[in-house]
């Protein structure tokens, strides 16, 4: 009788042989596209350069010494820890892993959808088509992980009657999830409670604890070892001053911007939600409902300046949730959901499928950062860490800011200051001290007044002919004044601020960071921290962009290019042409393949240089500069050029014979 008993049948078994084909074909579509796409941002080395110094025994620092969390992923780091111990190798190691969690993720997603065909091909199909998922699929960062571990979450959600086991699960993974990402907790969390209250016994909250203990260990020894809670990242970005009608613009023009760059991953969004708040499936609605929470605290926290960075999970919740959801068997609304997704897909020049070697090459990179400031991220990094241009035996990565790191390496400096830290900091190496403006790493800077102007990003706006919005602030790039005497008291280990307040701010945050963890003075500065008000002030208020002192800066950092380059734009401003001029010829000497990102600001320099020198009959100096124009691909009129030649050597005939340029 029970040899009688038919087997049960698994999800693929089910299928016809071309479905099964047309699924097999589709993942191994979407597998080559997210090799194809694959790359690596420069935020990834900041975390690469923690797990760097973990290993070589510094802690787990941004600065070696100094206990700052300058990540907000603990798990992602931690997984790509044995990795790393092994290969001592970030790129390849974080691509590998990257590419094995995203394409784990689909096929759990496959496994989690209707027994119906129709919507596992549409998954694969949606996914493949998505700009948003597969940018993210790789990057370095920690989106894959929270791929996989949000499709764990949704096999265990989509029964419909919880059980003790299952809410351990979702507490287990909503933990696992909050410490991939802590802001994935608004997705999550709501959920998890829902489903605790719907299994109607008291008993279910004890399914809470594992999850609940794990985030408790993390909390616990990130107070111990950090002296806070919160990661330094967040708090760089919590600091800002800016008013909340402006975050809202910002993080409404993020939308738009992701809009443009992706319109089938935010069309998915919305239609998603809609038929999920639509059917009747309540628990479905629940989640989706967190989704929308998710956007909604995204749009108010003014977005990010990596297009589509904040709408990859919210993108693939909601794919996965609306296709748990039996889908209508018309075969005319089946046709018209097809042809709508290969319509926005394939009519998007950014889309995935058009993607290889040469994707965004020959656009400045300027361009590729919008109005908004939000910035197709892929395009601006893939030119030089696309997978498909480093798979060469033996290649090393190139990049301005590795250059850059080389060479603060080289130099053996005690000090480099840059906005870019990540692959510059990762190259320099443990010994050199990278001074982050935008505050990322520097638990200091973090809870000092943000400048009203970024005057880099301003530059930026110029040179392209926009004129800054708002306060002339970029999402996720608040930038900070370094005070006086910071530099001084950072190369000399001591205390030499002058101005009370900023005294004992150092004070207080040296303790934290840098006593041995028992230390009683270090625990009553943490106290001191959680209740004082030193520091709150500076979380409202806002400080002058004028305030930057980029001479300070490059008497401790000489080959600073940013500052060199506002120094000289500022020289300029006063009429100290010559001055100007040297400035700009030692930022392409310290860094000339970072023209790349800077390529129209510098034009524009060289070109008001040569018309200013033309001004005071100064031609000599004015063909100099036309000529650096050229070089950086300007335009200079043959006839123009030719007469400044001809001015030129009259110039240097009536000149002595040790003219000398430069003096």
Not at 23 to 28: D, F, T
Not at 239 to 263: A, F, N, R, V
Not at 418 to 423: K, S, T, V
Not at 624 to 640: D, F, Q, S
Request: aromatic share 14%; charged share 15%; glycine share 8%.
């Amino acid at each position: 009788m029970r040899n009688n008993i038919p087997k049960k049948r698994n999800f693929i078994q089910e299928k016809a042989i071309y479905t099964r084909l047309l699924l097999i074909g589709l993942l191994v579509l979407l597998t080559s596209i997210l090799i194809r796409t694959a790359w690596v941002c420069d935020d990834a080395f900041i975390t690469f350069r923690t797990l760097d110094n973990w290993i070589h025994g510094y802690g787990l620092t941004w600065n070696a010494g100094y206990r700052v969390q300058a990540y907000t992923h603990p798990l992602w780091l931690f997984l790509l820890a044995p990795f790393y111990s092994l290969t001592q190798e970030p790129y390849y190691t974080s691509l590998f892993l990257s590419l094995l969690l995203s394409v784990a993720g689909v096929c759990l997603l496959l496994w989690h959808v209707t027994s119906d065909g129709f919507p596992s091909v549409l998954l694969l199909l949606t996914l493949s088509l998505s700009k948003c998922f597969t940018d993210y699929a790789t990057s370095g960062l920690e989106t894959p992980l929270g791929y996989f571990l949000s499709a764990l979450f949704l096999l265990v959600y989509r029964f419909p009657q919880p059980s003790f086991k299952s809410i351990t699960w979702l507490s287990l993974i909503s933990a696992g999830l909050i410490l991939t990402r802590p802001d994935f907790g608004l997705i999550f969390l709501p959920a998890l409670i829902y489903m605790t209250f719907r299994y109607k016994k008291w008993i279910g909250l004890f399914g809470l604890m594992p999850g609940f203990l794990i985030l408790l260990t993390w909390e616990g020894f990130s107070i111990l070892y950090y002296g806070s809670w919160v990661a330094n990242t967040a708090i760089a970005k919590l600091y800002t001053g800016i008013p909340t009608i402006e975050k809202w613009s910002q993080g409404l023009s993020y939308l738009y911007s992701c809009l443009i760059q992706d319109p089938l991953s935010v069309v998915v969004i919305v239609g998603g939600l809609a038929y999920i708040f639509f059917q009747t499936r309540r628990r479905w609605k629940v989640l989706g409902g967190c989704v929308l929470l998710y956007l909604i605290w995204v749009v108010s926290i003014g977005g990010d300046f990596m297009g589509g960075r904040f709408l990859a999970i919210p993108f693939w919740m909601i794919v996965g949730s609306a296709l748990a959801i039996p889908l209508p068997r018309s075969v005319a609304g089946r046709t018209v959901a097809v042809a709508a997704l290969l319509g926005l897909g394939l009519l998007n020049p950014l889309s995935p499928l058009f993607s290889g070697k040469t994707y965004r090459k020959d656009e400045p990179i300027t361009e590729l950062i919008d109005d908004n400031g939000v910035c197709d991220e892929r395009g601006f990094y893939y030119r030089n860490t696309g997978l498909l241009l480093n798979l060469k035996w033996g290649q090393t990565l190139r990049h301005p800011d590795i250059s850059r790191g080389d060479l603060a390496r080289r130099l053996k400096q005690k000090v480099n200051v840059n906005g870019a830290i990540g692959m510059l900091g990762y190259y320099a190496g443990p010994k050199v001290f990278v001074v982050d403006y935008y505050a990322l790493g520097d638990a200091f800077l973090a809870r000092q007044p943000m400048v009203e102007v970024d005057s880099d990003y301003v530059q930026m706006q110029i040179a392209k002919g926009i004129t800054p919005p708002y306060n002339s602030w970029r999402p996720g790039h608040f930038r900070r004044a370094l005070p006086k005497d910071y530099l001084a008291s950072i190369t000399s280990g001591k205390n030499l601020f002058t101005d009370p307040k900023l005294k004992k701010q150092w004070d207080l945050l040296s303790a934290i960071n840098t006593l041995p963890f028992w230390s009683g003075e270090r625990w009553n500065a943490i106290l001191a921290l959680a209740n004082d008000n030193l520091f709150q002030q500076d979380s409202t208020s806002r400080t002058p962009w004028s305030v930057i002192n980029y001479s300070e800066i490059l008497a401790y950092d000489s080959t600073c290019v940013q500052s060199l380059f506002q120094r000289s734009f500022q020289r300029f401003q006063a009429g100290d042409y010559m001055q100007a001029e040297k400035d700009l010829e030692n930022a392409e000497k310290y860094s000339p393949l970072y023209l790349s990102s800077e390529l129209i600001q510098f034009k524009m320099a060289w070109e008001q240089l040569a018309r200013k020198y033309l001004e005071n009959k100064q031609f000599i100096r004015s063909l100099h500069a036309a000529e650096k124009l050229i070089e950086l691909g300007g335009i200079v009129p043959p006839e123009v050029l030719e007469e400044l030649k001809q001015n030129a050597e009259v110039e240097k005939l009536s000149q002595p014979d040790n003219f000398d340029r430069n003096n």
